[in-house]
């Protein structure tokens, strides 16, 4: 791919043997970032959405692992010849799809660090770094979010409020509605668990459902948005869901409120949903996995607004926060809830640190006793680019995006359907002539449908769809760490370019 030179293989074959050696991985290290720093250079060359057919993979490589060891060398090669065309290539700056995972060099040499070290941080004492690395740049990005002081760290003291980083949301909910559960079961008893309800919208990334799946909890409330609130939460939607839900005995348990949509973007308004929640005893969970980012600047913090009031909050700083992946970051009003529920006590894992309750032991705020040095990566990106510039970068995407709104609203042929409040823009192609009535809604998602599926297919840009109040769009979400003006204004024209070909004597 350019800059490393491939040696003969035969002069490259480990000869040491040890599985870590110094000079040897020196070597090797040095061969992958000159690899990757030539990928980063030249992403924009490939098709963004892998070409490939299923199965593919296992036509191109052995049945069976080598007996002898192979050189890095080589297998270097098989990753350009094999690996690469089977790649959506979500680093390059023609990507538009889904929500961004915008990495960093200081995201990427930070995973470094955490990979080189390998330590498993499941408490304190097993590497007392690693819990107090994440406590710090926990309190360090809450503040920048202006969380309140009651999600926070305060000195040693180890009660109260907090953050973890965990891998995804799907985790982090999981978590939090495990909580919620428990707490709740203690006063109506657990062989009522049947009557417990968690409620979200028809917005609600699936992640809620499949939570309340492996929870036990039988009862999920999508509760319908509409265009007129952007399909956002309404609160009187959601106190007369849970009015109804108690008159029939059943018990409201927890809600998760969702700040920047899958679908949309769209944001539920946290203060009054809170108001409505504390009516009934219900947690409160903010997933501002997307959007939480952009609210470090404050021209976006109104979004979170009434934060004080949930009893968590999640974002995911491997989207749009330069961290990369994993890394997804969770604040709790009161950890001990989590504690109650999570945790495990083995005598092979009694230690001194512990049994002084003067220290975090953060395999019980999470599913997995086993867990990576997340904060290295998450401590890099903070200093390396410091508030300002983390602000800045955010900004840029959200300008890309507002022009790219723009470009949109401009050419009459296309729509956007709802409103722009971050850095993604949801638009469609309009139908060219009247179709019979009752069928606009079908033909003007198979006109968009065949539109995506042409420019996709292309490799030049790739973008996504979603349904919003059976409506079918497509979803341009700006973010990607390379992306720039030009690409923006490139991807527009590849967008029209495609458009024209597909309405030049198009029928439903």
């Known amino acids: 791919m350019g800059s490393y030179q491939l040696e003969d293989p035969l002069q490259s074959q480990f000869v040491s043997n040890k599985l870590i050696d110094p000079e040897e991985f020196r070597k090797q290290a040095h061969l992958v970032v000159d690899f990757l720093a030539d990928y980063y250079r030249d992403v924009a060359k490939y098709p963004v959405l892998s070409q490939v057919e299923p199965g593919y993979l296992r036509k ?299 220290v975090i032991d953060y395999k019980d705020w999470q599913i997995a006793l086993s867990r990576r040095f997340r904060a290295l990566k998450l401590w890099l990106v903070l200093r390396s680019y410091g508030v300002t510039k983390i602000r800045n970068f955010i900004r840029s995407h959200v300008r890309m995006a507002k022009q790219f709104e723009i470009l949109v609203a401009m050419d009459k042929r296309f729509e956007v359907v709802v409103p722009r409040k971050f850095a993604m823009v949801c638009f469609r192609l309009l139908l060219p002539a009247p179709v019979p009535a009752g069928a606009e809604e079908g033909c003007a998602a198979k006109l968009n449908q065949q539109l995506l599926e042409a420019v996709n297919s292309s490799g030049r840009i790739y973008m996504t769809h979603a349904m919003v109040g059976g409506t079918y769009m497509i979803r341009f979400a700006v973010g990607a760490s390379l992306t720039e003006d030009c690409h923006v204004f490139q991807a527009w024209k590849v967008i029209q370019e495609y458009a024209s070909n597909l309405l030049d004597g198009w029928e439903c």
């Not at 690469?84 to 995972?101: D, K, L, R």
């Not at 995973?111 to 107090?132: C, Q, Y």
């Open 60 to 358: 191109c490589l052995p049945g069976s692992a080598p007996d002898n060891p192979e050189s890095i060398d080589t297998i270097l090669k098989d990753v350009v010849k094999d690996i690469i065309p089977g790649i959506t290539h979500w680093q390059s700056p023609n990507y538009f799809a889904y929500f961004p995972s915008s990495g960093s060099t200081a995201g990427f040499i930070g995973e470094m660090l955490s990979i080189g070290f390998n330590v498993v941080g499941f408490n304190w004492m097993s590497s007392p770094a690693a819990t107090e690395l994440e406590s710090i740049v926990m309190d360090w990005l809450g503040r920048m979010l202006s969380l309140p002081d009651s999600f926070l760290f305060s000195g040693n003291d180890t009660t109260g409020g907090g953050g973890v980083l965990q891998g995804t949301t799907c985790e982090v909910i999981l978590c939090t509605l495990v909580a919620a559960r428990d707490r709740a079961l203690e006063q109506v008893g657990k062989h009522n668990i049947g009557k417990l309800v968690v409620y979200g919208s028809d917005q609600t990334h699936c992640a809620l459902k499949k939570a309340c799946q492996i929870a036990g909890i039988v009862n999920f409330r999508a509760v319908a948005t509409s265009r007129a609130t952007n399909f956002g939460l309404s609160p009187e939607s959601v106190r007369h869901a849970m009015a109804e839900d108690t008159k029939s005995g059943l018990v409201p348990l927890f809600l998760c409120a969702t700040v920047g949509t899958t679908s949309s973007t769209a944001v539920d308004p946290v203060k009054p949903l809170t108001q409505v929640a504390k009516e009934f005893g219900v947690w409160v969970h903010v997933d501002a996995a997307y959007a939480g980012s952009a609210c470090v600047c404050p021209e976006f913090r109104h979004f979170i607004d009434g934060v004080e009031d949930v009893d968590s909050f999640s974002m995911n700083a491997h989207k749009w926060f330069f961290t990369n992946l994993d890394c997804c970051c969770l604040w709790v009003r009161n950890h001990g809830a989590l504690v109650e529920s999570l945790s495990t006590n083995p005598e092979y894992l009694w230690n001194k640190a512990t049994e002084s309750k003067k």
